[in-house]
């Protein structure tokens, strides 16, 4: 190793550590913390953050950051380093710059409006008034275009929040790619409403013990691969994943007597996040190379175990069996067909977390275009609820009944995270391509999966995703294991032939 890279790792793993032990006083907060808890929690969480990032932005990292890169253009400048030391201090140099560029006052001033208008964003989404929280989404608007000039862009400020989420998305690449999808979308959810077949959806929301629920849970994240003396389930009211190391991989997930689905694949979407956390590789704790590309390649993780495989027919060729005689009460008597016909079955909701694969990404156009012409200032915060019901007749065919099933549904504004909602799509997209690569590279795979081996999947995946860490880009991954860059035509085709089945269409 160079001599002082030494130095920077270990300072950077000072930092990680930090921000860790932050993750875990969150991770208990949303599992296990008393009510009463709630403010010592948030000046412990402030204290430890705050560490953290004076550590990473301090004098001492700058300088030794500075040995080994030119801190204006990110440019390398030792030249025997390895490549992946190379790519690593790039990166960290990415983390860094951004974390300068933005004054503490600002993210001090940030951190207290986001935290009112989230409690507001609440009382808003009750009442389902938004006129109540208006007021505060503009003054959050106003600030995020502010730290967009902080960091800098090409085109238009939107780019630069969203290049925190995904590193070198911009909203010109997200508009074609969404112009590519929106049209097969919109006709294929048309087609199908028109078609007009028996609703099976009834069939997972009867009377489900949850306690079983569970139990058929950890079989499958098991079989997954999760590793549980690296990892826990627990139960929180909006499920998530979280780590503080390779060895402790945390998830949770929500169960609902009456919805199978619910806790059923939301355990499996969290299961993929978890595999990708866990299979890190631990000799760079603390460094980009121990660390996901991205969110959206993140999401492809969870998608790709959600929907590729815990959607598919040949998953429940094993597992129905299994489930059935868990429940042979109500399922005993029910279909393959027909209990796959209920998991896939696609309705237009209005709520974003409750649609199906079909409809899903048509909520987040709707949410990219108007962050877009948020930040862009094209639209008017008050006529905000207006255009969101235009857009959802346009994309969706319905109309929300109230605010608090339309533009107030999600948290996301009122924390601050504009930016965030591509991610979720490019999940999708990134996941059904790397999933058509995997299914190419390895011989059988839904053969094996229908005889319960998941673990030629995840081996596969942990080789040439969770061990790359951030040495390469998004783009470098997808070009590497599918060939090209991300492109809309392995997601629309696999909905097409899918869904062309399901509905005879
Ligand atoms: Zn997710």
Redesign the pocket.
């Known amino acids: 190793m160079a001599l002082g890279l030494d130095i920077i790792i270990s300072e950077m793993r000072v930092v990680s550590r930090l921000r860790k032990v932050a993750a875990l006083l969150a991770w208990d907060q949303e599992t296990y913390m008393p009510t009463g808890g709630a403010a010592a929690r948030a000046d412990q969480l402030s204290l430890i953050l705050s560490l953290a990032h004076g550590r990473f932005t301090g004098s001492d990292f700058r300088h030794s950051l500075g040995q080994f890169v030119d801190l204006e253009s990110g440019q390398v400048t030792r030249n025997n380093l390895q490549i992946h030391e190379i790519r690593m201090l790039e990166m960290t140099w990415r983390d860094w710059r951004h974390d300068v560029s933005i004054p503490v006052e600002f993210i001090r001033d940030l951190a207290l409006l986001t935290s009112k208008a989230q409690q507001v964003w609440e009382q808003a989404r009750e009442k389902s008034d938004f006129a109540l929280f208006a007021p505060y989404l503009e003054k959050i608007v106003v600030m995020k275009r502010q730290e967009a000039e902080y960091l800098g862009y090409q085109d238009e400020p939107y780019d630069a929040l969203i290049d925190i989420f995904e590193p070198g998305m911009t909203s010109r690449k997200l508009e074609a790619l969404f112009n590519a999808l929106r049209p097969v979308l919109v006709n294929l959810s048309t087609q199908i409403r028109q078609a007009n077949r028996p609703n099976r959806r009834p069939i997972l929301t009867q009377n489900y013990e949850e306690s079983i629920q569970w139990e058929f849970g950890l079989e499958v994240l098991t079989d997954m691969g999760y590793d549980f003396s690296r990892g826990r389930q627990d139960r929180s009211a909006h499920p998530?994943?979280t780590d503080f190391h390779p060895t402790d991989v945390r998830i949770t997930t929500r169960l609902n007597p009456n919805d199978l689905a619910m806790g059923l694949f939301g355990t499996i979407?969290?299961g993929?996040?978890a595999l990708y956390e866990q299979g890190l590789d631990e000799r760079y704790f603390g460094t980009p190379l121990c660390e996901a590309i991205s969110l959206g390649i993140?999401?492809s993780q969870?998608?790709l175990w959600e929907n590729y495989v815990g959607r598919s027919r040949p998953f429940w060729m094993w597992y129905y069996p299994r489930l059935q005689k868990r429940f042979p009460g109500q399922l005993g008597k029910v279909s393959l067909d027909d209990f796959y016909a209920a998991i896939n079955a696609v309705a237009p909701t209005p709520i974003r977390v409750e649609a199906d694969e079909v409809t899903y990404n048509l909520h987040i156009m709707l949410r990219f275009d108007l962050e877009r012409a948020m930040l862009n200032g094209s639209v008017a915060i008050k006529d905000l609820p207006e255009l969101w019901n235009a857009k959802m007749q346009e994309y969706l065919g319905i109309t929300p009944k109230n605010d608090a099933e339309g533009v107030l549904q999600d948290i996301h504004w009122s924390l601050g995270a504009i930016g965030y909602f591509p991610t979720?799509t490019l999940?999708n997209l990134y996941g059904r391509q790397l999933y058509e690569a995997a299914r190419q590279q390895i011989d059988g795979l839904e053969d094996r999966i229908a005889k319960g081996d998941l673990k030629s999947l995840r081996e596969w995946l942990h080789t040439n995703i969770y061990r790359v860490g951030r040495a390469k880009t998004a783009d470098e991954l997808m070009l590497e294991l599918s060939g090209r860059s991300l492109s809309t035509e392995p997601f629309n085709r696999y909905l097409e032939d899918k869904y062309g089945q399901l509905y005879d269409l």
């Open positions: 998530f994943t979407h969290e993929g996040h993140h999401e969870s998608r979720y999940g």
